[in-house]
């Protein structure tokens, strides 16, 4: 089934904000610069729901959105931007350290990273802790659109050896085309046992 509704839920920074936890739920990482708000505006087909910074690094918010009454989506806010400052880099791992720790009804953590940088340290870094919270890690590269079809090839054998992958372990993406987006509601409904009959489509 399509999407039938996709709503804002609301945002928050501590755990007393968080929204009542009855529902699967999926949490979104990139660096600030990755196409993330793109990427799950595409993926609940809404064009604006998620809002973009005009400051890159400086939205410092958890935001939840409800799909289908089925599933909850979590966008995480962006990091790595160079010129945010130490304390809000600071400030941004103690919130989400709490809420990756804390939020039991979370199942999987979506790592976004841009097809032409591959995976840099700090999203190797949330790979690898997805093993000691219980987290599914779902790795997907976006803006996959800005390659050549024989760029692409040779960023995709790149980036699977970097990170010890294989090509089809990873979700290839496109915000502009849709390209990946079946791909990556597939793997979010067989993680959340969201039936057929009611996983996005």
Not at 86 to 103: C, H, I, N, T
Not at 111 to 128: A, N, P, Y
Request: glycine share 8%; with cysteine.
């Amino acid at each position: 089934m399509k999407i039938r509704s996709a709503d804002f839920v609301k945002s928050g920074t501590r755990p007393a904000h968080f929204p009542e936890a009855v529902l699967p739920e999926v949490a979104f990482a990139g660096r600030s610069n990755v196409g993330k708000s793109s990427l799950m505006n595409r993926l609940m087909e809404r064009k604006r729901l998620v809002k973009v910074s005009s400051t890159p690094g400086r939205t410092q918010l958890l935001s939840w959105f409800r799909v289908n009454d089925s599933v909850m989506l979590c966008d995480l806010p962006g990091y790595g931007f160079a010129k945010v400052p130490v304390g809000l880099r600071e400030s941004w791992r103690k919130m989400v350290g709490d809420y990756l720790e804390r939020r039991d009804s979370l199942l999987a953590l979506v790592v976004i990273v841009d097809v032409r940088r591959g995976f840099e340290e700090d999203d190797l870094q949330l790979v690898e802790a997805c093993a000691g919270l219980s987290l599914q890690p779902i790795l997907v590269a976006t803006k996959c659109d800005k390659l050549s079809r024989n760029e692409l090839f040779n960023r995709q054998g790149a980036i699977c050896r970097a990170v010890g992958a294989d090509v089809r372990d990873i979700v290839w993406f496109s915000s502009e085309s849709g390209k990946g987006r079946d791909e990556l509601w597939a793997r979010i409904g067989g993680l959340t046992s969201t039936s057929t009959a009611d996983a996005p489509t």
